[in-house]
């Protein structure tokens, strides 16, 4: 099992940017896919982007593709969502999990809030 610990969310606005960071325990978080899920209110939770284990390769929401990047530092155990040009519809819950995820890794999240 990982555990993760989201962090970096906050108000800003529009046009604004934020890095959020994904914190793992765990000597395996290496070996994971890892990705970035967000929930709004009143929504279901979504699909941001995704990396594989080496970071080599990524894959983004067409919502946020070409404004969000996803990385990781492996040595650090964390991945990160750096966001630029944010948006009033990107306002979420931002969660990082293993790609597919795993429903006992969901961690608190961290809000992100963008004012128009």
């Known amino acids: 099992q990982v555990q993760l610990v989201e962090s970096g969310g906050g108000l800003v606005q529009a046009g604004g940017s934020l890095r959020l960071s994904c914190a793992a325990s765990g000597r395996t978080f290496s070996s994971y896919r890892m990705g970035w899920f967000r929930q709004a209110p009143g929504k279901e939770r979504e699909f941001v982007a995704r990396?594989?284990?080496?970071?080599?390769?990524?894959y983004y929401a067409d919502s946020v593709k070409g404004r969000f990047t996803i990385s990781r530092d492996n040595a650090k155990n964390t991945m990160y969502l750096q966001m630029n040009s944010l948006k009033p519809e990107d306002t979420a819950v931002y969660y990082c999990?293993?790609?597919?995820?795993?429903?006992?890794?969901w961690g608190q999240g961290t809000q992100v809030t963008v004012s128009s």
């Open positions: 990396i594989t284990w080496s970071g080599g390769t990524t």
């Open positions: 999990n293993t790609y597919p995820p795993r429903e006992d890794s």
